[in-house]
C-alpha cells in the first residue's frame, strides 16, 4: 500500500475536493482499492463524503462510530500503539467509492501530543519514536488490503502534519493562483528541510542509545530519503471576471500561473521523486466549478459523477464531463509518475 497526502500550506486552493475526487476516480475507474483518511481537523473530506443524517454517529455526545481520533486514543492516553478499528465509513456505503477513517475537530487540539513525542524522539527515546511514527503502523496494518491510502491534511506546519508526512511515500501539492501559493511553497521547503535534518540525526541518536536491534525492532522511519517524495502539483484556476467586451482573465493571475513550475523547481526539487521532470509533475489545471461543488456536497458525490437527479441542469452537465476528462488526466499522470500506469 502506496500513502499519497495532499497537503499545501496555503488554504483554499482546492485541495479537499480534488483529494476526494481523485481518490473516488482511481477507485472506480482504474479498479484500485483506496482507504481515505481524513487528518484535517476541519474534517471537509467527511463532510463531503458522510450524509449529514448520520453526523450524531460520529459526533454527538453518544456518538456510537468511529473516527481518527478512536484510532489515536492509545497515543492520546500516553501509550504508543494505535487502537485498529474494523469498522470504518465503506465504499459500499457511500458514493466515492472508497473506505474513510472520518477526521474529527478534536485533531486540532492534540498537537502538543505529537510536539512533545517529536521532542523525545530527538533525544533517541523509543516512546517518542513510536508516537511519531504512528502512520507506519496504520500503513502496515492495512497493506495487505488497499492499494493506496489518500490523506487529506490541514494547511498548518505543526507536529501532526508533520508526523504524517515523515511516513507518507507520496506528496501532491495542489496550488493556487495567487502570490500566497508561492510564498506556501517557500515556507513548506523550510518547514520540511528543518525537521528533516533534525530527524537524520535523532536516528543517529536511536542507534547509539538503543543499539541496532532495537531500533530496528518497531516501525520506524529509519532511512527518510525514501519517503515524503512530490510525484505532482496542479494549479487551481483563478476566476475571470465580466467586462462590457466579455469575460477575461486578470493579468496578476497569469503572472502568478507562469511562476507556479519554476517555485516549485526551486524550493522542493529535494523532494522529487525518481527525477521526474517540471512537465511530469504539473498534474494540470483545475477549473473553478463552482455551480458543482454545493451540487456534490448536498448529494454527497464526487463531481465527476453528479446526474440530473442531484440537480445538474442546463450547462452544467458539459462541466461535469468535463471535470471527468480532467479527472482522468489527473489520475493517469499520478500513476504514472508512482510507477503504477500499467498496473491497473
Known sequence: MKIITYFNNKGGVGKTTLAVNVASFMATHFGKKVLFLDADPQANSTQMMVPDQFWLDYYGERASKSTIMNFLSPIIEGDSGLNFIDELYMGTANRYNVDLIPGHPGLSVIEDIFSDAWNKSLGGDIGGFRRTNWLRQMKQHYASTYDYMFIDVGPSLGALNRSILLNTDFVVTPMGSDIFSLIGVSNISTW???????????????????????????????????????????????????????????????SIIIQVPEAIEKHLNYLIYNNLTIEELNLGDVPYLYSLVPLAQASKSPMYSLVRGDGVVGGQTSSVKKYKEILDSITRKLLKNMGDLNAD
Open 192 to 254: 520540511i528541510k528543518e525537521w528533516m535534518h533534525s530527524y537524520r540525526r535523532a536516528v543517529h541518536v536511536l542507534y547509539d542509545r538503543h543499539g541496532s536491534q532495537s531500533a530496528e525492532k518497531y516501525l520506524f522511519n529509519l532511512d527518510i530519503d525514501k519517503t515524503t517524495k512530490l510525484i505532482g502539483f496542479s494549479i487551481q484556476q483563478y476566476v475571470t471576471r465580466t467586462f462590457a467586451d466579455g469575460r477575461r482573465p486578470i493579468a496578476a493571475y497569469e
